[in-house]
């Protein structure tokens, strides 16, 4: 969420102290993230410490704190496992949002600071003990299962049946609905060639599927003031190929890490270990990536009921991907190149 919501920080200050024995002196909401049903706040203490405040509306899916906890627990300081509340669970409820506490990471993006070279090296090393973590099997029936379903191309169909009624709109969506029947052809041809790949991997052997974040951007990497990597937002893990990371390194997908060239991938790789990447599979994240991309942008600009500046900020971001360079071409050229 990038609008500072109406919530009262007094009922944030008593619910830390409640929730978590935290002293808060000063609450400061950030305007970062994109999930518009999230806000998330820089808590510092009294007895200087600080601590960051992530707070969801909703129905909320306790399952990435729960990786990210156990990842902790194998010795991967690269995660940043939350703060457990007195409750002893690793979230608490109240005031209608779910309220999940952690340290504060002072530092930039991935798409604010390019990688050094031994930070890509690390960057590798990171993500392949993610993939290597042995994940118990209660917590493996948690996760997500890969099914190659494209479940985001049935969403996109049906935004695309809503842009030509005849409903008044505000301003947000009516550029959206431009925009959109600009690009009818390209949304259309993405959700096809997800569809046509997704029944191609329907019979594929899950035997090799392991631990995914699943959304490794760059901005999910924080660098912190001492030059150390952390993997956040850890939303939606997957039980999946190793490929649905990996679609990420030299993928354009926000043209990845800020000046990525040919030797920052073969970096990457060189701390990831040696690795044979299956083209179908690299092609069907890249193309399903997208279309659920277009579904996400699209429901939330045909919500009039939204923020505005979230809505116009996330009209900036779709129209974006179509750009030359961008993910809309990355995906068709890994398509084309797939065979």
């Not at 042995?134 to 969403?155: A, I, M, N, T, Y």
Request: glycine fraction near 10%.
């Amino acid at each position: 969420m990038l609008t500072q919501p109406e919530f009262n920080q007094g009922k944030i200050i008593d619910g830390l102290k409640e929730h978590f024995n935290v002293a808060a002196k000063e609450v400061t909401f950030l305007p970062i993230g994109h999930d518009p049903k999230a806000e998330v706040y820089r808590v510092a203490g009294w007895n200087g410490e600080v601590f960051f405040l992530k707070m969801i509306q909703g129905s909320f899916d306790d399952t990435g704190i729960r990786i990210v906890h156990f990842l902790s627990t194998q010795g991967i300081d690269a995660v940043i496992p939350p703060i457990q509340p007195t409750n002893d669970e690793l979230a608490v409820h109240d005031e209608g949002y779910h309220w999940i506490l952690s340290p504060f990471v002072d530092g930039r993006t991935g798409f604010e600071s390019p990688l050094s070279e031994q930070q890509s090296i690390r960057f590798g090393q990171i993500l392949k003990s993610i993939h290597s973590a042995g994940v118990p099997h209660d917590l493996q029936e948690q996760l997500r299962q890969e099914d190659f379903s494209g479940p985001w191309c049935e969403k996109v169909r049906e935004i695309d049946r809503e842009m030509d009624s005849d409903l008044p709109r505000d301003e947000v969506a009516e550029k959206l609905i431009d925009f959109w029947k600009r690009k009818r052809g390209d949304i259309l041809t993405l959700v096809e060639r997800t569809e046509e790949l997704g029944q191609r991997l329907q019979d594929h052997d899950k035997s090799g599927f392991v631990l995914c974040h699943g959304d490794i951007h760059p901005g999910n990497v924080m660098i912190d003031g001492n030059s150390k990597l952390f993997i956040v937002d850890w939303d939606d893990p997957v039980m999946a190929p190793v490929e649905r990371d990996l679609m990420f390194p030299g993928v354009g997908l926000g043209l990845c890490f800020k000046d990525e060239r040919r030797e920052h991938i073969d970096l990457f790789y060189k701390g990831y270990g040696k690795v044979e990447v299956d083209p179908v599979l690299l092609a069907y994240y890249r193309n399903e990536r997208v279309v659920a991309d277009i579904a996400s942008y699209g429901m939330q600009l045909l919500n009039e009921g939204g923020n505005v500046e979230d809505r116009k900020n996330g009209l900036r971001l779709l129209m974006g991907q179509f750009e030359a360079g961008y993910e809309v071409e990355i995906a068709g050229r890994t398509y084309e190149e797939m065979e």
